[in-house]
Every structure is written in structure tokens, then in C-alpha cells.
């Protein structure tokens, strides 16, 4: 059987990532593609467990735990979710993934962004990412549609000018060819039909 391939969807809060993750795995089951869905963190009892606490406004963890925390999660997942499915052939899609690392703990807590970069890699070998796609609307533009921040969530509770350096992370990435920029302040209809397009790229 042949190798599966891995994609990330990336963006900021409201940008619709969850959502199109969806869309777009029942879009290529629909085609014909085993395709399975996942997200991050979580997507695996350990890295759904970590999620709870990182997520929790109940505690409040320094930049360097914060990015352990997540890494412990995405290795869980990668080894009991992620290449398990790629080995079998399958197409995974993924909500979220390293560049949201590089883009919140890099860019938005000021970790060295090559630090972050080498953790991840080491984290995620020796899987490939066969392309990332990055969602692109502003976090003015994300808030507003998801209707405000969701005060449960503590990265939420993060103020205008965190999220502003998170998006810049994000655009550096896309600008550097890393991730494929897509507009995604159109309906989720046309923002599926761009994603399409790219994954079709690929397949």
C-alpha cells in the first residue's frame, strides 16, 4: 500500500479550521479517498487530556511548559493517530499542527522561533507534512465571526496585541512558502472550494 498523505488547515480563532477540516474529509470520502479527520491538540487520549489543562483558565503555565505541554500531546497523537493512518495509505486531515506552534509559541510568547522549529521537528519525526494550508482572515475578522472571545478557553483570554503577533506568525509562514495562503473571509462554501483545490494538488 502506498504511503497517505498528511494535511494541516491553520488560522487564527474563527478562521474556520474546525469546520473545514470536516468539510473537506467528508468532501474526499464522498471522492472516493479514505480519509480520516483529526485535531490539536488532542486527537489521542493523552494529547485530548493535556488539552483540557493547557486549555484550562484555571491554570497559567510559562511559555516553555506551555510548548512542552503541546509537544507531549502532538507526540502522543502522531504515534497512536497520525502515523499509524499515513503508514496505512490513508489521507489525514488535521485541525492545527506545528506551525500553530511556531506561530503562538514563537511569535506570540516570544520563544525563539528556531528553538520551536527544532522541537517540533524532533517531535513529529519522521513524519512529513505533505501540505499546509493556512485559512487566512485577520483576528479582528475571527473574533467578530465566532461572536467574541470564549472566556473557558485561557489563550482566548489573550489580548489584541497576542493575537496580532499569532496572525504576523502565521503570515511569515505563508509568505515564506511554508504554508499555502487561502482567503478565507468568503462563505464556507467558497473557503472549502479553495481548500479543494490545493488538496486536489496533491492527490
Do not use: W
Not at 474563527?14 to 483529526?38: E, F, P
Not at 486527537?43 to 507531549?72: H, N
Amino acid at each position: 500500500m502506498s504511503k497517505g498523505k498528511f494535511i494541516v488547515l491553520e488560522g487564527i480563532e474563527g478562521a474556520g479550521k474546525s469546520k473545514q477540516s470536516r468539510i473537506l474529509t467528508d468532501t474526499l470520502v464522498n471522492r472516493g479517498v479514505d480519509a480520516v479527520c483529526t485535531r490539536e491538540p488532542g486527537g489521542a487520549p493523552l494529547g485530548e487530556a493535556l488539552r483540557s489543562l493547557i486549555l484550562s483558565p484555571d491554570y497559567d503555565p510559562d511559555a516553555i511548559s506551555e510548548l512542552y505541554m503541546y509537544l507531549a500531546a502532538r507526540r502522543d497523537h502522531l504515534l497512536n493517530v497520525i502515523l499509524p493512518a499515513v503508514e496505512q495509505g490513508k489521507t489525514v486531515i488535521c485541525d492545527r499542527f506545528t506551525y500553530s506552534t511556531v506561530a503562538y509559541q514563537g511569535y506570540g510568547r516570544g520563544l525563539d522561533i528556531d528553538f520551536v522549529r527544532r522541537a517540533n521537528a524532533m517531535t513529529i519525526a519522521p513524519l512529513e507534512i505533505d501540505l499546509g494550508i493556512l485559512i487566512d482572515i485577520t483576528p479582528e475578522e475571527g473574533f467578530a465571526r465566532k461572536g467574541g472571545a470564549d472566556k473557558s478557553d485561557r489563550l482566548e483570554r489573550e489580548n489584541a496585541e497576542f493575537f496580532e503577533r499569532v496572525y504576523k506568525g502565521f503570515k511569515t509562514m505563508a509568505d515564506a512558502g511554508e504554508l499555502v495562503a487561502i482567503d478565507g473571509s468568503g462563505t464556507k462554501e467558497q473557503t472549502a472550494e479553495k481548500i479543494l483545490s490545493e488538496v486536489l494538488r496533491i492527490l
